[in-house]
């Protein structure tokens, strides 16, 4: 009979493995009430004894495949069309498992810090929306914190519908990109939750994107660092084995002074190989908290992050496309959608017309990372709070990511955001500056709480954009629409050569808009 030490350990196996049947182990992402990417081969995995043959059956096809000697199997169901009508997913093994309630329609990654894993609980209105959150065709999975050296494998979570009782503890921006996508598109929603406040860029970045920016110097750091230790590497192999020596011989040493009556020695500190001991060390996070979700099917992934990088500029740019890339290459999916938040206002207004204070060169960089294919950025300058880090509107900031999946990767005839600067021109004392994204025409606009934009007509006086000659001395311009342009100028600068808007901490005041009601990014035309 299994000792109360065996059903011990079988049942701390069990809380790690996710759904574990006899013999067979499913990874936690394949659950009840799940999603299933619709339009896209479908990747179904799991492990089982080696060799075992593994039959995958889903609305009406069936395929087959074979585990390998590490026992690990893997299978692709056929593209599927979307469905809200709740199905079964069985898998035949060692054991017949059963899913129950399997939808097909959109999926989505949801990661970054805080104001990402801010809760529908915490954000606007909260009783008011988890009382109006009855979409049972809304499905949310929450990846729980696991910083690892190693690659997960899988993690301990259940996906759960969304209502009433549920909905409050939903990602606030994934739940509300999510129900504007479902207002728009109709189908199944899967939202897979991982994140977790406070962490920088670099945790969640995979080796594979480090390798793709091994210009940088930082890169080519955390590259050294991760192989010294990496078993698969020579260099690595060494120090794991030089540190299992060291623990062997310790173990001896301390059994003998045991016997002895004696205290032990202290434990060799050789013995700890890793690549760090904290949650903001390079890969770590992703090898806790998004490896064990590849290669699920996705349609692409949403990112709020930056305020603990919020000193950088430029290195935030290059490790941004690392991400990005990154994600992409493991994946494996091709270049999917990746859409981000460019950091709210903060902090006090100092109002110096040169700026460059704050968050101001880092959303500069969020604003320049544009140039990676298939990407987009939600502009949120107007709906932060000055004493907050975490701004309770995050419907706009949801609605704001929609927007540019529902223009780019859903093809509706809409403009994907506000405007966003395109080139500069400069003729006589003036600089036109030119804009991709105004939609149905450029405006000096206001936006207060959730309510919508409104257009100020009476006294209407562009602010923040500031104008600089080759002394590099920056004045508030004067700057006013004209057509689809902005004309930027001033007496003391009668040769201009940049122009900046917004690009501080806290632009208050800030006011550019298209007639869509969405606000125009900072930015900068120099690169003093």
């Known amino acids: 009979m299994p000792s109360k030490i065996t059903f011990f350990v079988l049942f701390l196996f069990c809380s790690f493995c996710g759904i574990l049947y006899a013999g067979m182990e499913l990874p936690a992402i394949f659950g009840n009430h799940m999603v299933l990417q619709r339009d896209k081969p479908i990747p179904v995995w799991g492990w089982c004894e080696e060799r075992r043959e593994v039959k995958v059956s889903f609305a009406g096809k069936t395929v087959t495949g074979k585990a390998g000697e590490d026992g690990r199997w893997e299978v692709r169901l056929p593209p599927m069309q979307a469905n809200a009508q709740g199905r079964e997913l069985t898998i035949y093994g060692s054991e017949k498992i059963t899913l129950i309630d399997v939808l097909v329609g959109e999926v989505w990654v949801c990661s970054g810090q805080s104001n990402m894993e801010w809760s529908v609980n915490g954000a606007l209105n909260p009783i008011e929306e988890r009382q109006a959150a009855d979409h049972p065709i809304i499905r949310h999975i929450k990846v729980p914190k696991i910083p690892s050296d190693s690659h997960k494998r899988n993690f301990d979570a259940k996906w759960q519908v969304c209502s009433p009782a549920t909905a409050g503890g939903f990602t606030a921006v994934g739940y509300y990109f999510g129900r504007s996508l479902m207002g728009q598109i109709d189908v199944p929603i899967g939202l897979i939750n991982s994140s977790w406040g406070g962490t920088r860029i670099e945790p969640w970045m995979p080796i594979e994107g480090y390798r793709i920016i091994t210009n940088q110097g930082f890169a080519q750091e955390v590259i050294k660092r991760v192989e010294a230790v990496d078993p698969s590497t020579e ?294």
């Open 235 to 528: 260099q690595g192999k060494a120090r794991h084995l030089a540190g299992i020596k060291s623990m062997r011989d310790w173990i001896e040493e301390a059994e003998r002074a045991v016997q002895a009556g004696d205290f032990p020695p202290a434990r060799p500190t050789a013995a700890q190989v890793g690549i760090g001991t904290s949650h903001q060390d390079p890969t770590r996070l992703y090898r806790g908290m998004i490896h064990p979700l590849v290669p699920y099917a996705i349609r692409g992934a949403i990112w709020y992050q930056g305020e603990s990088n919020g000193n950088e500029g430029e290195t935030y740019y290059h490790k941004k496309h690392g991400l990005v890339k990154g994600w992409r290459k493991v994946w494996n999916q091709g270049d999917f959608p990746f859409y981000w938040v460019q950091l709210a206002n903060f902090t006090n207004d100092k109002k110096t017309p040169q700026g460059g204070d704050g968050y101001a060169k880092i959303r500069d960089a969020e604003r320049k990372a544009l140039d990676i294919p298939n990407s987009g950025m939600a502009v949120i300058i107007d709906i932060g709070e000055t004493s907050d880090i975490h701004p309770k509107n995050k419907q706009d900031v949801g609605k704001r990511l929609a927007q540019w999946a529902l223009a780019k990767t859903y093809g509706l005839e809409i403009v994907p955001s506000g405007p966003l600067y395109e080139k500069m021109e400069v003729k006589n004392s003036q600089v036109r500056i030119h804009f991709s994204h105004i939609g149905k025409g450029l405006i000096i606009g206001e936006k207060n709480g959730l309510e919508p934009t409104e257009e100020i007509v009476i006294d209407a006086k562009l602010e923040r954009f500031a104008i600089a000659g080759k002394d590099r001395v920056w004045v508030w311009g004067n700057a006013m629409i004209d057509g689809d342009t902005v004309v930027v100028s001033h007496p003391d600068v009668p040769v201009p050569v940049a122009v900046r808007y917004a690009f501080s901490a806290n632009p208050l005041g800030a006011n550019l808009y298209n007639r869509e009601g969405f606000p125009a990014s900072p930015f900068r035309t120099d690169d003093w």
